[in-house]
């Protein structure tokens, strides 16, 4: 379900369903999370299906927690700083309900619902911070070499902005104003993924006593 939900949001994003199709939504951080997500849980669902892998021990687990955090990362992002809306006038505009709701609320769920409890340790904590961090390497060296990555997609202003996110345009925020809002974006990714595995660790150590 959360790979069939994330694909075809993915698809809807492009403009693919509305006769406008567009790589530049592909360079969002948005999509690119939900793709890594929906690869995930597409390799996953189809081991489980060929009993490779069975409930409660998921398939390349760090993995997992890679693709969870990046899409959670997306659903606060999207709520907290860009206050962004859906909007249901085009299959793209449906999308973000599919990119910014759905498969983030679906992948923590699963990992809630269906993961052994206790599994986690304190690095993996970290672990959330790859695929923030990779965007982020992207976006440097894509604008290095003159290039744009979704820019003027997302957040006010976006029109006019050569950034895919107001947090990272540069010519308003300034090298330190952007420096300034990585580093607080990093430590609330960190922070989530502590308390994550916190929580982990309590609720297994309660059942297991």
């Known amino acids: ?13 492009t403009g693919a369903f509305d006769g406008a199709f567009s790589w530049v939504a592909l360079g969002m951080f948005t999509t690119q999370s939900n793709i890594l997500c929906a690869v995930y849980f597409t390799i996953a669902t189809g081991r489980l299906l060929a009993g490779k ?12 927690g890679i693709a969870t955090m990046s899409v959670v990362v997306t659903f606060l992002v999207a709520w907290l700083i860009l206050h962004m809306a859906v909007s249901f006038e085009s299959a ?4 973000l309900l599919g990119l910014h709701i759905l498969v983030p609320l679906m992948a ?12 986690l340790r304190w690095r993996d904590a970290f ?9 982020l390497a992207e976006f440097v060296i894509v604008t290095a070499f003159g290039g744009q990555l979704g ?4 957040g006010p202003g976006a029109s006019t902005s050569s ?7 540069v010519a308003t925020l300034g090298v ?8 607080a974006i990093a430590v609330g990714v960190l922070l989530c993924g502590i308390v994550g595995v916190a929580l982990d660790r309590l609720v297994g150590r309660r059942r297991h006593r």
């Open 127 to 135: 672990y959330g911070l790859t695929a923030p961090l990779l965007y």
């Open 53 to 64: 892998d069975r409930t409660g021990r998921p398939f390349a687990p760090v993995f997992k």
């Open 1 to 13: 379900m959360i790979s069939a939900v994330g694909w075809i949001s993915i698809v809807a994003t």
């Open 151 to 154: 820019a003027g997609m997302a």
């Open 92 to 95: 793209a505009g449906a999308s």
């Open 163 to 169: 950034a895919p996110y107001p947090f990272l345009d």
């Open 108 to 119: 923590v769920a699963d990992t809630v619902l269906f993961d052994a409890r206790g599994q």
């Open 176 to 183: 330190a104003g952007v420096s300034a809002s990585v580093l």
